[in-house]
Structures are given as structure tokens and as C-alpha cells.
């Protein structure tokens, strides 16, 4: 199983930027999906989690400006990300929960906010 994540880039404050992440493989179930980020010199931290019941969890930092969704029918996880800030530049990672109890991470992809 593979996590393929994609979307990252540099945009203004204000803007906005769109992530997703497919899953690919031998896939028979997949549960919670999610993001985590992690800036230059820091820990790893939950953005936002989206269950296999379409339940949504965002950290308070995001809460309000990202929207977390998941296409099950593609094994795929996105997140739409407005009103973006300086703070939120980070690696983002998309992670999963595959065939029971088995944790996946993609590759991570680069979100930058500058002027």
C-alpha cells in the first residue's frame, strides 16, 4: 500500500491551496484519514482527521479556514485550504489507516506562504 500525496506549492498570505493524497495497492478497507504538518524545527502535528464515517476533527489552529473531505470510491483524502498564513508553511503529510490497524504515511508535500 502507497500513499501518493500531491498539491503542495508557494502562494500569498490570503490565498488559498488544495492538497490530496491517493491510496493505491492492495486495499480492502481504509478507516481515519488524515494530515499532519510539520514546520522547520518542530514536531509533527495533526491538521485535520476525517473517519471512515465522514467525521471530522481539525486542529484549533485551522479550524474554520481548512476543509477536510475523502472520496471513498478513489481511496483518496483531500484538503482545501483557505485563508492561508505565514504560520501554516510546512511539510504536510497525509497519513491513513489500511486493513485494519496498519498506519501509512505519503511522501509529505511542501506548503509555503509568502509574499
Known amino acids: 500500500v502507497q500513499l501518493q500525496a500531491s498539491g503542495g506549492g508557494l502562494v500569498q498570505p490570503g490565498g488559498s491551496l488544495r492538497l490530496s493524497c491517493a491510496a493505491s495497492?492492495?486495499?480492502?478497507?481504509?478507516?481515519?484519514m488524515g494530515w499532519f504538518r510539520q514546520a522547520p524545527g518542530k514536531q509533527r502535528e495533526l491538521v485535520a482527521i476525517?473517519?471512515?464515517?465522514?467525521?471530522?476533527n481539525y486542529a484549533n489552529s485551522v479550524k474554520g479556514r481548512f476543509t477536510i473531505s475523502r472520496d471513498n470510491a478513489r481511496n483518496a483524502v483531500y484538503l482545501q485550504m483557505d485563508s492561508l498564513r505565514p504560520e501554516d508553511t510546512a511539510v504536510y503529510y497525509c497519513h491513513a489507516v489500511i486493513n485494519g490497524p496498519s498506519v501509512y504515511w505519503g511522501q509529505g508535500t511542501l506548503v509555503t506562504v509568502s509574499s
Open positions: 476525517i473517519t471512515s464515517g465522514t467525521g471530522t
Open positions: 495497492g492492495n486495499i480492502f478497507r481504509v478507516n481515519n
